[in-house]
């Protein structure tokens, strides 16, 4: 069964940082590209950045540009997000999902875990 | 940046009644175009890809059409675990967008 575990989530100061992990279980990470996708308090969802099925290359929100880095490790099966100089707009929920379709990235989403939280506050 | 409106932000329905949704694109999409459910506390689980594709388990209740810029979710008869909120997202071009949501409310 495919489960998608997100964590690192916490409470931090604006200009801090933080390092999100995707644990995948139930399929091989390094035959997919997987994203992550962000859901502000009672907000919608905005999408965040994209890693290649081998981690060769990136696409990244303009939001968060220079700031965030997506990277994964396939042999511990895991996706991750370096969050840094972030601020209030950033606080939310953290989902990762999987890249469904054949067009590396441009792609429906499969969602799999509950997130994790992030909140930016002084 | 593809812009996705969705209208109405909310509708209110009974059980056993039709619902539509609608999702529209700042440019045409072609039929890069996929559907979501999400509950409170829970991740997004896809309905529908390709406009009209229904994702694995997805009840034929759920249903799409449309293309370019203009696109529908219609859920044919409203069960009870169909209360939630909808987004639609373009995969088109980067970067991927997704619309505001609608809350499908009990009437």
């Known amino acids: 069964q495919v489960q998608l575990v997100e964590s690192g989530g916490d409470a931090i100061q604006p200009g801090g940082s933080l390092r999100l992990s995707c644990a995948a279980s139930?399929?091989?990470?390094?035959?997919?590209?997987m994203h992550w996708v962000r859901q502000g308090p009672g907000k919608g969802l905005e999408w965040v950045a994209f890693?290649?099925?081998?981690?060769?290359?990136?696409n990244y929100a303009e939001s968060v540009k220079g700031r965030f880095t997506i990277y994964r490790d396939n042999s511990q099966n895991t996706l991750y997000l370096e969050v840094d100089s972030l601020t209030v707009d950033d606080t939310g929920v953290y989902f990762c999902?999987?890249?469904?379709?054949?067009?590396?990235?441009?792609?429906?989403?499969?969602?799999g875990g509950p997130g994790t939280l992030v909140t930016v506050s002084s | 940046d593809i812009v996705m409106t969705q209208s109405p932000a909310t509708l209110s329905v009974s059980p056993g009644e039709r619902a539509t949704l609608f999702c529209r694109a700042s440019?045409?999409?072609?039929?890069?175009l996929t559907w979501y459910q999400q509950k409170p506390g829970q991740a997004p689980r896809l309905l529908l890809y390709?406009?009209?594709t229904r994702a694995t388990d997805i009840p034929a209740r759920f249903s799409g059409s449309g293309s370019g810029t203009e696109f529908t979710l219609t859920i044919s008869s409203l069960q009870s675990e169909d209360f939630a909120v909808y987004y639609c997202?373009?995969?088109?071009?980067?970067?991927?967008?997704f619309g505001g949501g609608t809350r499908v409310e009990l009437k």
């Open positions: 997202q373009q995969y088109n071009s980067w970067p991927l967008t």
């Open positions: 440019q045409s999409v072609t039929g890069y």
């Open positions: 390709g406009v009209s």
């Open positions: 139930g399929f091989a990470l390094s035959d997919f590209g």
């Open positions: 890693n290649r099925y081998d981690g060769t290359s990136a």
């Open positions: 999902a999987k890249d469904l379709s054949p067009r590396n990235g441009l792609s429906w989403l499969g969602f």
